[in-house]
T-cell receptor, first 115, second 113 residues
Framework: DTGVSQDPRHKITKRGQNVTFRCDPI?????LYWYRQTLGQGPEFLTY????????KSRLLSDRFSAERPKGSFSTLEIQRTEQGDSAMYLC?????????????FGPGTRLTVT | DQQVKQNSPSLSVQEGRISILNCDYTNSMFDYFLWYKKYPAEGPTFLISISSIKDKNEDGRFTVFLNKSAKHLSLHIVPSQPGDSAVYFC????????????FGKGTKLTVNP
């Protein structure tokens, strides 16, 4: 399977703990995006990387959140001092240019529950 | 403010009939539009897309129509099948920069046998 993979698929943590998620993009996709989806909403953009450079961050990404993409391959998203409001599905997508546009392909997501 | 709106939270159709899902957008900078299908506990799956230079794109049973003057797009599924039952998200992006996707809230489609 050469699609986008995410690990873990589910994470339950207590408020105040730190969590880290991993995303492995489709090989040779130079762009990688993180989104967050809460119940009844569509996915919302958090941040994106072009190769190893983080080029944009949403205002949704508070200073408790940090993302990295070392060597332009896999990416990690860390949430420090988790809060109940962080409970959501965290989605990763990767893309490469198709003609004039970048089509994004999503992974299965990591569902975070903060108790 | 919601830049992409899907005003119908749910839609129910009979197998074999046409399903029409609608989407409106407000940002004139959007020039690329996509539809994704999502099953519970899975990530969104890319379905079909259209650029603003076109008004129609077809792929098998799926057709997307774009009306730029009305800032409206629709997804037609013909014929509808029970396996099409899922949540459908409309998304839009502006080329250049991040090309991040802005999503609607989704429409839950149920196709009854």
């Amino acid at each position: 399977d050469t699609g986008v993979s995410q690990d873990p698929r589910h994470k339950i943590t207590k408020r105040g703990q730190n969590v880290t998620f991993r995303c492995d993009p489709i090989s040779e996709h130079n762009r990688l995006y993180w989104y967050r989806q809460t119940l009844g909403q569509g996915p919302e953009f958090l941040t994106y990387f072009q190769n190893e450079a983080q080029l944009e961050k949403s205002r949704l990404l508070s200073d408790r959140f940090s993302a990295e993409r070392p060597k332009g391959s896999f990416s990690t998203l860390e949430i420090q001092r988790t809060e109940q409001g962080d409970s959501a599905m965290y989605l990763c997508a990767s893309s490469a240019r198709t003609g004039s546009y970048y089509e994004q392909y999503f992974g299965p997501g990591t569902r975070l529950t903060v108790t | 403010d919601q830049q992409v709106k899907q005003n119908s939270p749910s839609l129910s159709v009979q197998e074999g009939r046409i399903s029409i899902l609608n989407c409106d957008y407000t940002n004139s900078m959007f020039d690329y539009f996509l539809w994704y299908k999502k099953y519970p506990a899975e990530g969104p799956t890319f379905l079909i897309s259209i650029s603003s230079i076109k008004d129609k794109n077809e792929d098998g049973r799926f057709t997307v129509f774009l009306n730029k003057s009305a800032k409206h797009l629709s997804l037609h599924i013909v014929p509808s099948q029970p396996g099409d039952s899922a949540v459908y998200f409309c998304a839009a992006s502006a080329t250049g920069g991040s090309e991040k996707l802005v999503f609607g809230k989704g429409t839950k489609l149920t196709v009854n046998p």
